[in-house]
């Protein structure tokens, strides 16, 4: 069957009965809005993001389980970086008719098990027939303890600078699948079904050591830049203390310019931070208490030291903040 046969109130129907309740959602699926509640004391995050296929996706390079997956994750990311706790999640499909309803219903089982992972749940969304490319919309709302999101704009100079997990993978798992090449586990796992740092998120909010976060998606400078920016300071970062996969260690051993992957390529879903010295022992712990590496990778400068990238020698590097752009890259 496809969707032109169930159309789109039978559609609605099947995420109505597949999608869970969630304590602060009064009312979810099948009015005209979503009714919800937040603690006294509480403020909410919310964000969207937009994942288009031969822009974002390629149905031929992953199944739509996974991207379900992605697409809440790539949300929560965001609610992540703010150290917010995830609660709602809202999505918008834009369908071609002749899609069939098992890849639909792939896809909202890949959404809910990452919203029952995150602790979230679908309490709405908006269904309409695409006439070419398959759309992703994911709102998701998420909360915090009333002022105390992690904002890009807290970092000072003399600040430690931190990331999360491992950088690059993403990137160099999508130059294989330009290449025409297969992927290996890892590097699959890395790009089509990346992990938000939830959980971490919410423990450097509430440990009070980050001063100013962000989560990468559009590659370390790019994302770095914003950070730079928002906090009007600037940092030294040092390559060689970027935390690297194997896989992607051993790619880089054999051709050095998958090492600009690291620095530039997008869609790590980690966790940039920023945190005085004095924390080191404190985000030790909390690191391994979240079972998520924690790399101290440079430190912030003034804002008129700009912003410096060093190799392993000291040496400065030339580089721009160059990350993806929807308009300026690619086609
Ligand atoms: P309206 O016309 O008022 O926008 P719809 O008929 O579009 O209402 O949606 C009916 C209900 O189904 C709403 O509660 C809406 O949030 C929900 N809904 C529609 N599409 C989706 C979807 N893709 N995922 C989750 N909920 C959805
Ligand atoms: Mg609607």
């Known amino acids: 069957m496809n969707l032109a046969e169930l159309g789109e109130f039978g559609l609605i129907e099947r995420i109505r009965k597949a999608a869970p309740g969630h304590p602060g959602l009064r009312l979810g699926i099948g009015d005209d809005c979503a009714v919800s509640c937040l603690h006294p004391g509480e403020e909410l995050l919310t964000t969207t993001d937009l994942l288009i296929e031969g ?23 965001d609610l992540a970086a703010m150290g917010g706790e995830p609660r709602l999640l809202f999505l918008g499909l834009g369908l071609p008719a002749q899609l069939r309803v098992a890849d639909c219903e792939a896809l909202l089982a890949g959404v809910l098990d990452a919203a029952a992972a995150y602790g979230a ?25 009333t002022g105390e999101a992690v904002l890009r704009s807290g970092a000072r100079p003399g600040d430690d600078l931190y990331v999360s997990g491992t950088l690059g993978d993403s990137a160099l798992a999508l130059r294989e699948l330009l290449a025409g090449r297969p992927l290996d586990a890892h590097l699959a796992a890395r790009h089509h079904d990346p992990p938000a740092r939830a959980a971490l998120g919410q423990a450097l909010r509430h440990s009070r050591a980050a001063t100013a976060m962000i989560d990468l998606s559009d590659g370390l ?101 160059a990350g993806f752009d929807h308009f300026r890259t690619g086609t």
């Open 55 to 77: 822009v974002h996706f390629r149905r031929d390079w992953t199944d739509l389980y996974r991207l379900g997956r992605k697409c809440v994750a790539v949300n929560v990311s």
């Open 121 to 145: 749940a679908l309490a709405g969304g908006d269904t309409c027939r695409s006439p070419g490319p398959l759309l992703l919309s994911v709102t998701a709302q998420g909360a915090v303890p």
């Open 221 to 321: 400078l790019a994302d770095l830049g914003h950070l730079l920016a928002a906090s009007k300071i600037g940092a030294v970062v040092e390559t060689g203390q970027l935390p690297l996969s194997r896989v992607f260690a051993a790619a880089g051993a054999t051709d050095p310019t998958v090492l600009d992957l690291a620095l530039k390529g997008g869609e790590d879903y980690e966790l940039l931070f920023t945190a005085p010295p004095a924390r080191a022992a404190d985000l030790a712990l909390l690191a391994d208490a979240a079972g998520v590496p924690l790399t101290r990778i440079g430190r912030i400068t003034p804002p008129e030291d700009g912003l410096a990238v060093k190799d392993r020698n000291g040496r400065l590097l030339a580089t721009r903040a």
